[in-house]
Protein backbone atom coordinates (compact mmCIF):
# COMPACT_ATOMS: atom_id res chain seq x y z
CA UNK A 1 0.00 0.00 0.00
CA UNK A 2 3.11 2.35 0.81
CA UNK A 3 3.60 2.33 -3.15
CA UNK A 4 0.61 4.37 -3.74
CA UNK A 5 1.56 6.84 -1.03
CA UNK A 6 4.92 7.01 -2.48
CA UNK A 7 3.97 7.52 -6.03
CA UNK A 8 0.05 9.52 -4.93
CA UNK A 9 -0.66 7.85 -8.35
CA UNK A 10 -2.86 4.76 -9.65
CA UNK A 11 -3.36 3.95 -13.26
CA UNK A 12 -6.47 2.75 -13.98
CA UNK A 13 -6.75 0.35 -16.73
CA UNK A 14 -9.43 -1.96 -18.44
CA UNK A 15 -7.77 -4.71 -20.06
CA UNK A 16 -9.75 -6.20 -23.02
CA UNK A 17 -6.57 -8.60 -23.51
CA UNK A 18 -5.13 -10.42 -21.20
CA UNK A 19 -1.65 -10.27 -23.04
CA UNK A 20 -1.86 -6.70 -23.10
CA UNK A 21 -1.51 -6.61 -19.15
CA UNK A 22 2.48 -7.71 -18.98
CA UNK A 23 3.19 -4.99 -21.61
CA UNK A 24 0.96 -2.35 -20.15
CA UNK A 25 2.76 -2.67 -16.41
CA UNK A 26 6.05 -2.68 -18.35
CA UNK A 27 5.00 0.84 -19.62
CA UNK A 28 3.84 1.59 -16.54
CA UNK A 29 7.59 0.67 -14.94
CA UNK A 30 8.97 2.20 -17.52
CA UNK A 31 7.54 5.44 -16.76
CA UNK A 32 8.18 5.19 -13.51
CA UNK A 33 4.95 4.08 -11.72
CA UNK A 34 4.47 0.69 -9.78
CA UNK A 35 0.83 1.22 -9.03
CA UNK A 36 -2.03 0.25 -11.68
CA UNK A 37 -5.54 -0.53 -10.92
CA UNK A 38 -7.44 -3.08 -13.45
CA UNK A 39 -11.07 -2.76 -13.85
CA UNK A 40 -13.14 -5.51 -13.57
CA UNK A 41 -14.85 -4.38 -16.95
CA UNK A 42 -14.29 -6.81 -18.74
CA UNK A 43 -13.99 -10.53 -18.40
CA UNK A 44 -9.93 -10.83 -18.78
CA UNK A 45 -9.64 -8.83 -15.36
CA UNK A 46 -8.73 -11.65 -13.04
CA UNK A 47 -6.16 -13.27 -15.75
CA UNK A 48 -4.91 -10.05 -15.90
CA UNK A 49 -4.30 -9.03 -12.14
CA UNK A 50 -2.72 -12.70 -11.78
CA UNK A 51 -0.48 -11.83 -15.16
CA UNK A 52 0.83 -8.43 -13.37
CA UNK A 53 1.20 -9.97 -9.80
CA UNK A 54 3.50 -12.95 -10.77
CA UNK A 55 5.87 -11.13 -13.30
CA UNK A 56 5.88 -8.32 -11.00
CA UNK A 57 5.49 -9.18 -7.77
CA UNK A 58 7.26 -5.63 -7.08
CA UNK A 59 4.43 -3.95 -8.61
CA UNK A 60 1.38 -3.07 -6.39
CA UNK A 61 -1.50 -4.28 -8.69
CA UNK A 62 -5.05 -3.47 -7.40
CA UNK A 63 -9.06 -4.42 -9.01
CA UNK A 64 -10.89 -1.78 -9.70
CA UNK A 65 -14.77 -1.78 -10.23
CA UNK A 66 -15.52 -3.89 -7.85
CA UNK A 67 -19.14 -4.23 -7.63
CA UNK A 68 -20.14 -7.54 -5.96
CA UNK A 69 -18.60 -9.61 -2.77
CA UNK A 70 -17.71 -12.36 -5.52
CA UNK A 71 -15.50 -9.69 -7.56
CA UNK A 72 -14.33 -8.63 -4.02
CA UNK A 73 -13.07 -12.73 -3.18
CA UNK A 74 -12.13 -12.88 -7.18
CA UNK A 75 -9.58 -9.94 -7.05
CA UNK A 76 -8.14 -11.35 -3.77
CA UNK A 77 -7.63 -15.18 -4.96
CA UNK A 78 -5.84 -13.58 -8.61
CA UNK A 79 -3.48 -11.45 -6.11
CA UNK A 80 -4.86 -8.09 -6.05
CA UNK A 81 -3.46 -6.26 -3.07
CA UNK A 82 -6.45 -3.92 -3.08
CA UNK A 83 -9.35 -3.11 -4.25
CA UNK A 84 -11.71 0.12 -5.32
CA UNK A 85 -15.56 0.80 -6.26
CA UNK A 86 -16.74 3.23 -7.86
CA UNK A 87 -19.99 3.46 -4.91
CA UNK A 88 -20.17 2.87 -1.85
CA UNK A 89 -21.14 -1.20 -0.63
CA UNK A 90 -21.37 -2.21 2.65
CA UNK A 91 -21.86 -5.71 1.25
CA UNK A 92 -19.19 -5.37 -0.78
CA UNK A 93 -17.01 -4.02 1.68
CA UNK A 94 -17.44 -6.65 4.09
CA UNK A 95 -16.32 -9.36 1.70
CA UNK A 96 -13.17 -7.19 1.36
CA UNK A 97 -12.50 -7.06 4.78
CA UNK A 98 -13.25 -10.82 5.64
CA UNK A 99 -10.92 -11.53 3.13
CA UNK A 100 -8.45 -9.29 3.87
CA UNK A 101 -8.07 -7.43 0.71
CA UNK A 102 -7.79 -3.34 1.62
CA UNK A 103 -10.75 -1.71 0.01
CA UNK A 104 -11.67 1.96 -1.45
CA UNK A 105 -15.00 2.34 -1.54
CA UNK A 106 -16.30 5.04 -3.43
CA UNK A 107 -18.14 8.13 -2.05
CA UNK A 108 -19.10 11.38 -3.10
CA UNK A 109 -21.59 12.72 -0.27
CA UNK A 110 -21.04 13.24 3.52
CA UNK A 111 -23.18 10.36 4.04
CA UNK A 112 -21.51 8.32 1.87
CA UNK A 113 -18.24 9.31 4.21
CA UNK A 114 -19.80 8.21 6.90
CA UNK A 115 -20.74 4.86 5.76
CA UNK A 116 -17.32 4.45 4.82
CA UNK A 117 -15.95 5.47 8.38
CA UNK A 118 -18.67 3.59 10.49
CA UNK A 119 -17.31 0.53 8.36
CA UNK A 120 -13.30 1.13 9.19
CA UNK A 121 -12.21 2.25 6.03
CA UNK A 122 -9.32 4.68 6.16
CA UNK A 123 -9.15 5.15 2.46
CA UNK A 124 -12.25 5.92 0.06
CA UNK A 125 -12.20 6.81 -3.95
CA UNK A 126 -13.87 10.44 -3.89
CA UNK A 127 -15.65 9.56 -7.67
CA UNK A 128 -16.50 10.96 -10.16
CA UNK A 129 -14.35 13.59 -8.90
CA UNK A 130 -14.84 16.23 -11.34
CA UNK A 131 -18.46 15.88 -11.79
CA UNK A 132 -18.51 15.49 -7.82
CA UNK A 133 -17.00 18.69 -7.26
CA UNK A 134 -13.60 18.45 -7.49
CA UNK A 135 -11.17 20.21 -5.28
CA UNK A 136 -13.88 22.38 -3.72
CA UNK A 137 -15.93 19.64 -2.66
CA UNK A 138 -13.19 17.99 -0.79
CA UNK A 139 -12.00 21.01 1.31
CA UNK A 140 -15.80 21.35 2.22
CA UNK A 141 -15.63 17.32 2.71
CA UNK A 142 -12.42 18.31 5.13
CA UNK A 143 -13.82 20.50 7.47
CA UNK A 144 -16.13 17.58 9.40
CA UNK A 145 -14.34 14.95 8.54
CA UNK A 146 -10.30 15.53 8.07
CA UNK A 147 -9.82 14.98 12.10
CA UNK A 148 -10.84 10.87 11.60
CA UNK A 149 -8.16 10.15 9.59
CA UNK A 150 -10.33 8.99 6.55
CA UNK A 151 -7.85 9.94 3.33
CA UNK A 152 -9.85 10.15 -0.15
CA UNK A 153 -8.26 9.37 -3.57
CA UNK A 154 -9.90 11.55 -5.84
CA UNK A 155 -10.62 9.92 -9.63
CA UNK A 156 -12.81 10.76 -12.53
CA UNK A 157 -12.07 13.64 -14.85
CA UNK A 158 -8.44 13.57 -13.57
CA UNK A 159 -5.35 14.44 -16.09
CA UNK A 160 -1.99 16.60 -16.06
CA UNK A 161 -4.47 19.79 -16.00
CA UNK A 162 -5.38 19.11 -12.93
CA UNK A 163 -3.97 16.69 -10.39
CA UNK A 164 -1.56 18.74 -8.62
CA UNK A 165 -4.61 20.90 -6.98
CA UNK A 166 -6.13 17.43 -5.84
CA UNK A 167 -2.23 16.18 -4.74
CA UNK A 168 -1.79 19.35 -2.80
CA UNK A 169 -5.14 18.91 -0.54
CA UNK A 170 -3.62 17.27 2.87
CA UNK A 171 -7.07 15.06 2.80
CA UNK A 172 -6.02 13.47 -0.55
CA UNK A 173 -4.03 10.27 -0.71
CA UNK A 174 -3.32 10.03 -4.14
CA UNK A 175 -5.08 10.30 -7.35
CA UNK A 176 -6.41 7.83 -9.68
CA UNK A 177 -7.21 8.14 -13.43
CA UNK A 178 -7.16 6.74 -16.84
CA UNK A 179 -5.35 9.04 -19.18
CA UNK A 180 -2.33 7.52 -18.54
CA UNK A 181 -3.67 4.38 -20.44
CA UNK A 182 -6.78 4.76 -21.98
CA UNK A 183 -8.81 1.94 -24.20
CA UNK A 184 -7.20 3.77 -26.98
CA UNK A 185 -4.07 3.91 -26.38
CA UNK A 186 -4.07 0.19 -25.18
CA UNK A 187 -5.37 -0.87 -28.57
CA UNK A 188 -2.91 1.09 -30.57
CA UNK A 189 -0.81 -1.07 -28.37
CA UNK A 190 0.84 2.59 -28.17
CA UNK A 191 2.98 1.57 -25.01
CA UNK A 192 5.52 4.18 -25.96
CA UNK A 193 2.94 6.98 -25.29
CA UNK A 194 1.50 5.17 -22.10
CA UNK A 195 4.65 5.26 -20.51
CA UNK A 196 5.36 8.86 -21.92
CA UNK A 197 2.07 9.78 -19.94
CA UNK A 198 3.06 8.22 -16.79
CA UNK A 199 6.14 9.53 -16.40
CA UNK A 200 4.50 13.24 -16.99
CA UNK A 201 2.13 12.37 -14.45
CA UNK A 202 5.25 10.72 -11.78
CA UNK A 203 6.45 13.92 -12.51
CA UNK A 204 3.96 16.52 -12.21
CA UNK A 205 2.98 14.60 -9.16
CA UNK A 206 6.09 14.56 -7.39
CA UNK A 207 6.33 18.24 -7.38
CA UNK A 208 5.17 20.36 -4.85
CA UNK A 209 5.22 20.07 -1.21
CA UNK A 210 3.51 16.55 -0.57
CA UNK A 211 1.57 17.18 2.51
CA UNK A 212 2.27 13.47 3.38
CA UNK A 213 -0.08 11.07 4.89
CA UNK A 214 0.57 11.11 8.55
CA UNK A 215 -1.93 9.91 10.01
CA UNK A 216 -4.24 11.44 12.51
CA UNK A 217 -6.05 8.39 13.82
CA UNK A 218 -4.55 5.64 15.79
CA UNK A 219 -6.11 3.25 13.22
CA UNK A 220 -4.92 4.74 10.34
CA UNK A 221 -1.48 4.48 11.81
CA UNK A 222 -1.84 0.88 12.83
CA UNK A 223 -2.98 -0.60 9.62
CA UNK A 224 -5.46 -1.77 7.19
CA UNK A 225 -8.47 -2.74 7.08
CA UNK A 226 -9.75 -1.71 10.75
CA UNK A 227 -13.10 -3.70 12.42
CA UNK A 228 -15.11 -3.17 14.29
C1 LIG B 1 -13.05 4.98 -13.37
O1 LIG B 1 -13.44 4.22 -12.52
O2 LIG B 1 -13.50 5.00 -14.52
C2 LIG B 1 -11.98 5.87 -12.99
O3 LIG B 1 -12.47 6.73 -12.04
C3 LIG B 1 -11.31 6.56 -14.10
O4 LIG B 1 -11.91 7.73 -14.43
P1 LIG B 1 -11.31 8.55 -15.63
O5 LIG B 1 -11.45 7.70 -16.85
O6 LIG B 1 -12.11 9.81 -15.71
O7 LIG B 1 -9.87 8.80 -15.31
Known sequence: MQLIFNKRLISVAVLDQQ?????????LLDGGLDVIEVTFR???AAHCISAIHEAFPAMLVGAGTVLTP???????????QFAVAPGFNE???AAAQQCGLPFFPGVMTPSD???ALRLGCVFAKFFPAEAAGGVPMLRAL????AHTGLKFIPTGGIGPANLAGYLALPIVAAVGGSWMCERKLLQDKDWCKISALTAEAVQLAGQGNPPGLEPQTGAVRHGWPRRE
Open 113 to 115: VEG
Open 42 to 44: TAE
Open 142 to 145: AGPY
Open 70 to 80: EQARQAKAAGA
Open 19 to 27: ADAIPLAQA
Open 91 to 93: AVV
